[in-house]
């Protein structure tokens, strides 16, 4: 361990000269936020200093370096996880009690930066922190919005969006690089001029933006390497204040030229739904990726010249998603039209260079750009990328059956689009899917045409989570505890948290366990009555759903369990009930109505279940609001039930089901996404399996059997009951009920199958929490989920990536 503080008296020395030099101030008289900051900069100073080492190392013995290009960084607060992995965390929080702080009070002042939306931003940060870890050279490229997502509010049962202003403070881990700031165009014409007999092709008359890069430090576990974060901020390339309209009194024209600048980077997902979101989503993509691929040709060729056919070697670029598609693209353009390199070898380094995860099947998910739209905007990327598509075209094997739908699937222009999951896999020589069943289905389905050409591109890349942030940081008590009985191995390697099987036939230690979970529950108990207002107890058990709002995850079906549990109480006020909380929490897109619907619905029904002293000794449903990495820190520490109830086939693996997991939570759930590979792991008789699989679900849907009234009519007094009730007044209180749900599952034919699913759904959980009385075996249970649980470390995730696909 590369310990930044030797001892306590050399942190608080450090400490106290921070504290004062950066306020100005005696340290009695400086508040928590100035404590914080300086705190923050001590930390952010220490790891620089460890960058540099990391740096001199790379450079030295030539290693390779990766380059995790993604839109989405959700990369939580960092001090007390950098605190961790340092190995101070202890010596600080001791030596700031003694000086009469609170380290966990300074923590609260950090901002929480939402630069992603879920799972896809977060597995991207679990992967920088694993690539520290592992003493990889791995570098994050992503966009620095000034905006976080939103901030999600409940305003009489529904989502409220309102701004996520998280840079209001500054940012105390950035370092702003304007030496290293790239100019980009957008617009104008190419113009080709011939040169010793070959053309070459520049654009001319562009709009130009700066995009100016912040530089954040990613700490890995062991002190050892220091990695760094890039994010790109976009700005006007000269500042063109517009004196006489300020002068006029038109203060909005004045900056107009910087507002249009500073548009492309203000928010993540700017709303699609017209065409000036969509033009401005497809500059911020365009941003990041050219002026990434900048600074990592900067970077090369500093070390190697100008020697690109060594790029492969010493370079990886990895494209998370298809939002980095044009990496391949405008790589080749650099190095056919700036380096005047021939295609085919420019194309022979692209393509051993990029490759790409796909993270859904969903096709709204995998993007396309009309191609009026795309090629005015960037017109010799477009060029390329019909080049690129020509030559594949000219090169497709048209001697076997069925040629010519194989070419149409995996075209990249087709329909005056340009398909941008098609271009992702033609640049990349590696193509992963993100669980076994995901990729299966990549082969079987989505991609099947490019699997049969090229087998030899797809693998699987199981998802991963990082223990320290989700085990260490997130669950103190229980990582106490685990560290008692197999020491810290755990945090370097998760595999050896297999060691706790041993204890799972000691009471004691199964005691332990529960009084821990308990712990976390009054913490868990104690944010909601702070932050909702709301008591939920304890002692019932914690029934836990958190996740994006999406259709195919399903929430719709779970708070129909708890509508069917409340009427079924209601009715009979015998009827046993284990005491639940049922918890959610979650942000729907700001332009998803069936998503906004499905949190009123659950929201509504919270307001009369809570509200109802006939069952509020047995349940409780309470929504979170904004949903982030801080307070899902306290969330996944305090479930029992862990709901991973997608539509079978639709989840690509899901994490928080692992981050769950390795928390002590029972998955219920579906065979779906990484589901499947948590059940081989720790057994079906330690999870909940129900529902249809993934291919009864293709069967039903291939079908086209209309099922949903059927299903209505044959149980009037449950699924149909609670079916009625989205459009009667027992849930509509608040602010109305629920046509638009009903018609979705009605008229729409369920298309998540949430009926089909129902009753073997509330069976299962039924079954599940009756078994919650025989608390030692539950403990039991849950350390069995822990002691598994090493596998779905992001750590095992990343060294599958650099061996198999990086080569690094
Ligand atoms: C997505 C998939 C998840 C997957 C995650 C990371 C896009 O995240 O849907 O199944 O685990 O990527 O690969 P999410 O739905 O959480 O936004």
Known sequence: MNRIFESKEEFKELYLSSVTSLSGKPFEMTSDFDRFQALVKLVASKARSVQTETEKRVHDTGQKRVYYFSIEFLIGRLLDNYLINFGVRDLVAEALKEMGSNLETLEEYEPDPALGNGGLGRLAACFLDSMAHEGIAGYGNGMRYRYGLFKQEIVNGAQHETTDDWLVHGYPWEVRRQDKAVRIGFGGHVVGTEENGRMRYHTEGTDDVLAVPYDIPVVGYGGNTVNKLRVWSAEPVEEEFDLDAFNAGDYAKAQAHRAEAEAISAILYPNDAGEHGRLLRLKQEYLFVAAGINSVLDTFRKEHGSDWKLLPQYVAIHTNDTHPAMCGPELMRVLVDEENLEWDEAWDITTKTISYTNHTILPEALEK??????????????????EISRRYNAAFDRSQDGWQDRLRQTAILWDGEVRMANLSVICSHSVNGVAKLHTDILERETLKDFYALTPQKFNNKTNGISPRRFLAEANPSYAKLITEAIGTGWLDDAA???????????????????????ENKVRLANYVRRECGLAIDPNSIFDVQVKRFHAYKRQLLNIFKVMDIYNRRIADPNFRVAPTTFIFSGKAASSYTFAKETIRLINSVANVVNNDPRVNEVMKVCFIPNFRVSNAQLIYPAAEISEQISTAGMEASGTSNMKLMMNGAITLGTMDGANIEIVNLAGAENEKIFGLTAPEVDELRASGMHFAWDMYNADPDRLGRVI???????????SGNFESIYNELMNGNDHDLVMKDFASYVQAWEELTQGYSDRMDWNRRALHNTACSGWFSSDRTIREYRDEIWGA
Do not use: C, M, N
């Open 724 to 734: 009625d009730e989205l459009t009667d007044d027992t849930f509509a209180a608040l």
């Open 369 to 386: 750009w009309p191609i009026s739209t795309f090629s005015k905007l960037l017109p010799r990327v477009y060029q390329i990328i019909d």
């Open 496 to 518: 050896e948290l297999s060691k706790l099987e041993a204890f799972e036939g000691d009471p004691a230690f199964l005691e332990r366990v529960g009084a821990s979970k308990h």
